[in-house]
């Protein structure tokens, strides 16, 4: 008989209580979790489920403004609810580490990567500061980064957003911990780098028999890395299975609904045969300060009321190219039309009118937000700058954008960003960028960070804006299931190099330019053997050797 696991992580009747309108109220309503010792237990569920909550709940953390209320978390023994505030730090950064969904808001921009890196084995006294750094560079090879030797003496705002996702999690493994809580770890990588810090995780939990919980809202994703789902809603168990009962017989309507999402498909546009592009890309090179070249010759054109999807793995240029199309960004060569006419390439030379034309939603609304600014502020200051708006004609239009962004005014008006969930930060976003009245908005991964159910919201959102506004969208992702939902055209880039272009029926029919091939083939499906098998298909004999395996 196989030897039976050593349970690691028993938790028992969690409830975790949020203060709200002046009283405390049950945000987790006694949920139940045993984890064994290398084993690896996906949380999933919509927006507001309690995932996050109870993932913080396993370190015996509560977050600001909640409280563990009762229940028991026993960690290796160790009671986590009566136990010090010394006790539980000691274990974690050591025994338990965490990986959260955004490095960018988690990372200290004022240190190097490195530096942060090497904080915990330092503190805990696990290695010397040579050893650390040795031992840092070996995780970044591992995780595929470029230059491992050197990345990490970067800082954080030098690296790309899926680099620094990569960063954190070699952080986290950093003392070889024996619980490992992965919050939405892939979320900000393309699907290429996905697979590669997929599979680095899967060989550590493997050669270390850590213990991991793994919050997503990718159920493909959770599929290749779990033993075990939970399914969470509002607080509450829903139920639990092995992952490929799960996947095959789903007990409850509302895992099933999980299920069947991403049905939305917006019918494809196609460009007119006469006519001039709203935003033309022309022959652009660019790069930072005095570094390397980032775009190479980058062209194409985006036609009013069209939604052109721009992909590509991290650092291949995407949002490089969207910098430069609304000034951040100068290029050093080819130059960016509106109408036909030239952008000046640096944004503090062109016209308010210039500047209302092109708008962004960002990728992170929790970054993006000032979360000590009230709602009407963050939608009305655009629409004051852009269009003079004071007073009760300010407060009607904050109105009107929430209105048409299907958030109640009375309810939205004078709260503050922290207080909303996810989806409604986004869609914030949506209504600040609407308020400057464009003409074309650069939406830059912005359901990335969302759960299916959510983004597929966003996504209908989007698409009747565009509608009803005739707006015209560069949207950025890694995510191809967003693209077949709203794209009408499809960009590809690698390394600064637009690969291939054209209709999205065109772009995902055979044949494919074999980086786009790459790409397509790289997109997780509803099969715990997925992952495995694609690494077989590519040549990686083990899990360890797809870390650094050029895929």
Request: aromatic share 6%; hydrophobic share 40%; proline share 5%.
């Amino acid at each position: 008989m196989p030897k039976k696991k050593e349970v690691l992580l028993k938790i028992r009747n969690l409830k975790i209580q949020g203060y709200s309108d002046e009283q405390w109220v049950d945000i987790i309503k006694g949920v139940d979790l045993t984890l064994h010792r290398g084993e690896v237990m996906g949380l999933i569920g919509e927006s507001g489920a309690g995932k996050s909550t109870i993932g913080a709940g396993a370190m015996g953390y509560a977050r600001d403004g909640t409280r563990i209320s009762e229940g028991s978390i026993e960690f290796d023994g160790m009671e986590l609810t009566t136990a010090t505030e010394a006790e539980r730090r000691a274990l974690r950064g050591s025994r338990i580490a965490y990986v959260a969904q955004s490095a960018a808001a988690s990372f200290n921009p004022a240190h190097k990567i490195i530096d942060q890196h090497t904080e915990g084995p330092l503190q805990y006294r696990l290695q010397k500061r040579m050893e650390a750094q040795e031992d840092a560079m070996d995780l970044y090879e591992r995780l595929r980064l470029p230059n491992p030797k050197e990345i990490g003496f970067r800082y954080p705002h030098q690296v790309s957003g899926g680099q620094l996702q990569r960063a954190m999690t070699a952080m986290a493994m950093s003392c070889r911990p024996d619980l490992i809580i992965f919050d939405e770890p892939t979320t900000a990588l393309d699907v290429t780098t996905q697979i590669e810090v997929l599979a680095a995780i899967r060989d550590i939990v493997e050669q270390f028999n850590t213990a991991a919980i793994y919050i997503t809202h990718d159920l493909a994703v959770v599929a290749q890395m779990a033993d075990t789902i939970k399914v969470l809603l509002k607080g509450s168990e829903v139920e639990e299975a092995s992952t490929e009962e799960m996947l095959s017989n789903p007990k409850e309507e509302y895992t099933k609904s999980l299920w069947a999402v991403r049905s939305f498909e917006s019918p494809q546009k196609h460009r007119p045969k006469d006519g001039v592009p709203l935003i033309s890309v022309k022959n652009v090179d660019a790069s930072y300060s005095a570094g390397p070249k980032i775009l190479n010759d980058v062209s194409f054109d985006i036609y009013a009321g069209m939604t052109v999807a721009v992909v590509g793995e991290s650092g291949s240029g995407k949002s490089t190219t969207a910098r430069c199309i609304t000034g951040l960004l100068p290029p050093s060569k080819g130059e960016i039309l509106f109408k036909g006419t030239p952008f000046p390439p640096d944004y503090r030379n062109r016209s308010k009118d210039q500047l209302r034309q092109c708008q962004m939603i960002y990728q992170m609304a929790d970054t993006a937000l000032n979360p000590k600014v009230r709602i009407s502020e963050i939608i009305g200051r655009p629409a004051a700058f852009y269009s003079g708006l004071r007073g009760a004609a300010l407060k009607n239009r904050v109105d009107e954008l929430l209105d048409l962004i299907e958030l109640e005014p009375s309810q939205y008006y004078n709260r503050y960003p922290p207080e909303l969930s996810g989806g409604q930060k986004q869609r914030i976003g949506i209504a600040r960028a609407l308020a400057a009245e464009p003409t074309f908005i650069v939406c830059d991964e912005v359901t990335s960070a969302l759960d299916q159910l959510v983004a597929e919201g966003i996504l209908r959102l989007l698409d009747r804006l565009q509608d009803e506004l005739d707006l015209a969208y560069m949207f950025i992702t890694h995510d191809l299931a967003t693209v077949r939902s709203i794209a009408d055209e499809v960009v590809v880039m690698q390394h600064g190099r637009v690969v291939e272009q054209g209709p999205k029926d065109e772009m995902f029919t055979p044949p494919h330019d074999p980086y786009t091939d790459l790409l397509l083939s790289s997109v997780p499906e509803m099969d715990p053997n997925w992952l495995t098998t694609l690494l077989e298909e590519r040549g990686v004999d083990n899990i360890g050797d797809a870390a650094t395996a050029k895929l």
